[in-house]
């Protein structure tokens, strides 16, 4: 099996594996229990706080661990509405393109009177600073934009707009889950807010993720309980959770840079094979991108169909998101970049990791040519275009 879908989730490191079964085999203590074994876990829980502070380059205090990117993503929205309201300021800046743990929690607040500012993307996917600070205004409470995109993989300019939100005082947060891990990270220099990552992300377990607030920012909560992560986050810890994420970040920031360069290498091997195939194009900007990130719209075919060819060839692989896998529309963030309905049905994305070879990558290649060949024999758009009744949208 070749697996190419790490943006929809990661296989979980065994280094993680192992210290996460060490964590619920022999330190499975609660850390708000006073006696020195529940005190143990407290101290676990502490270092792996560190940890990720130091992967992201901030301080420890500064680190909230979540349930999952999601949560994070809706409480940092929750925070600056907070702020916001009080101080009556209710417009919020984002993209076209976020996440669903964004758009949706945005759509909420629009409800309830805020007004949204959804920046167009098109037609690379990527947001320049002027867009953001055109749309800026004095009521303005937050911008969040997304690090990288989990369709198309592009790269924002994050350090940037971040500067300029700094500027102009305005609370800017970024949903990085596709980010940490495979690109650096420094919320300082990068002027950075508020910011959500997820471990099942980067090689690490599924149901646990970050909120980094500043300090400074006083977390609006989501849920109500206890006075758990210093009343930022109520809920007895996931310490084997929180610690497998400690685990698996450290190890991929150390080894970033080895492993962009191997599949930096592979990911544009992969592009130049899909590119040609006639009528096919890349999505998202080429260099700007996740190092793992491939995704294509190829005319003429059902994504759905090919992902299930694909399978059979023993390939994983994803037509969008895989939050929005099940559903027929077609992926917002292909129509965001301003891909026609038609075409932005015909969609791929094979999100690759450092575990692939050469040969796995030539595969995939050859497999995709192959299915994506048979799908158009046997469409009658495919045909219609061939005869000339229906114009093609992309060049061959
Ligand atoms: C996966 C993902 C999320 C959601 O994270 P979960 O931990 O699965 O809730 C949010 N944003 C982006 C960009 C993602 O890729």
């Not at 929205?77 to 702020?83: F, G, W």
């Not at 220099?189 to 090689?203: E, G, P």
């Not at 206890?226 to 920031?253: D, F, H, S, Y």
Request: charged share 25%; glycine share 8%.
């Amino acid at each position: 099996m070749i697996y190419a879908d790490n943006a929809a989730t990661t296989k979980v490191c065994d280094a993680a594996i192992e210290a996460m079964a060490e964590c619920m085999r022999n330190g499975y203590g609660n850390p708000s229990s006073l006696y020195s074994f529940a005190q143990d876990a407290k101290e676990v829980l502490e270092g792996a706080r560190k940890t990720i502070a130091e992967c992201l380059c901030c301080d420890p205090k500064e680190i909230t661990f979540t349930s999952c990117g999601t949560e994070a993503d809706n409480q940092a929205v929750a925070t600056a509405a907070k702020i916001g309201r009080k101080a009556g300021k209710m417009h919020i800046i984002s993209t076209a393109f976020e996440h669903h743990a964004i758009l949706h929690t945005l759509k909420r607040y629009e409800e309830e009177g805020f007004e949204i500012t959804l920046l167009d993307v098109a037609p690379t996917g990527v947001v320049s600073v002027e867009q953001v600070a055109e749309a800026l205004r004095e009521d303005t409470c937050l911008v969040t934009i997304m690090y990288a995109n989990n369709e198309i993989g592009t790269i924002q300019p994050i350090a940037e707009i971040g500067a300029l939100c700094k500027e102009r005082g305005i609370l800017f947060h970024t949903d990085a889950v596709q980010a940490a891990g495979h690109l650096p990270i420094d919320v300082k220099a990068q002027n950075i807010d508020m910011l959500s990552i997820s471990a099942h992300k980067f090689h690490g377990p599924k149901g646990v993720g970050v909120l980094y607030a500043r300090k400074g920012i006083v977390l609006a909560n989501v849920l109500e309980g206890g006075a758990q992560e210093r009343n930022r986050r109520p809920g007895t810890e996931n310490v084997p959770g929180i610690v497998g994420m400690a685990t698996a970040l450290k190890i991929a920031c150390d080894g970033l840079e080895e492993s962009t360069a191997k599949v930096t290498a592979l990911r544009d091997r992969l592009i130049e094979g899909l590119d040609r195939i006639p009528y096919s194009e890349l999505n998202g900007d080429p260099v700007k991108r996740l190092p793992g990130n491939v995704s294509f719209c190829f005319e003429g075919i059902e994504g759905e169909s090919l992902l299930l060819l694909l399978d059979a060839k023993g390939i994983c692989a994803s037509s969008g998101s895989a939050c929005t896998s099940g559903s027929l529309d077609p992926s917002h963030v292909l129509l965001a970049i301003g891909r026609p309905h038609e075409v932005a049905h015909g969609s791929l994305r094979l999100s690759i990791g450092d575990d692939l070879t050469e040969a796995d990558i030539d595969y995939m290649v050859e497999s995709v040519t192959e299915v994506v060949t048979y799908l158009r024999s046997i469409s009658p758009f495919w045909r219609d275009m061939v005869e000339g009744k229906r114009e093609h949208v992309f060049a061959e």
